[in-house]
């Protein structure tokens, strides 16, 4: 059975850090490439950031540039979203999701590209 388990949010106050982690299993974790997206109540979900399956090539959406990084670890089959100098706007729930892309360097910023997803965790930043 394929699986996304995400964990790691709760609650920070603004310019603090959380790590998200994103746990797979059930299906060969370094043929996909994997993704961070994140809804806010109201909001369309969005993406943040992805890596690619292959060479580690990243995307991240101007938002969130140089304050999220997207490390992966294969031999955990785990991607984790670091997220340093919070804001208030950073609040939403956060999905990790992969998208099938064998020993490629692409990097998917479409979240109808992804084949599998998490069911999320919340992450809330108080100002």
Aim: glycine share 10%; with cysteine; aromatic share 12%.
């Amino acid at each position: 059975e394929v699986q996304l388990v995400e964990s790691g949010g709760g609650l920070v106050q603004a310019g603090g850090s959380l790590r998200l982690s994103c746990a797979a299993s059930g299906f060969t974790f370094d043929d996909y490439a994997i993704g961070w997206f994140r809804q806010a109540p109201g909001k369309e979900r969005e993406g943040v950031s992805c890596i690619s399956s292959s060479d580690g090539s990243t995307y991240y959406a101007d938002s969130v540039k140089d304050r999220f990084t997207i490390p992966r670890d294969n031999a955990k089959n785990t991607v984790y979203l670091q997220m340093n100098s919070l804001k208030p706007e950073d609040t939403a729930v956060y999905y990790c999701a992969a998208d099938l892309q064998i020993l490629s360097d692409y990097v998917p910023r479409d979240l109808d590209e992804y084949d599998y997803w998490g069911h999320g965790t919340q992450v809330t930043v108080s100002s």
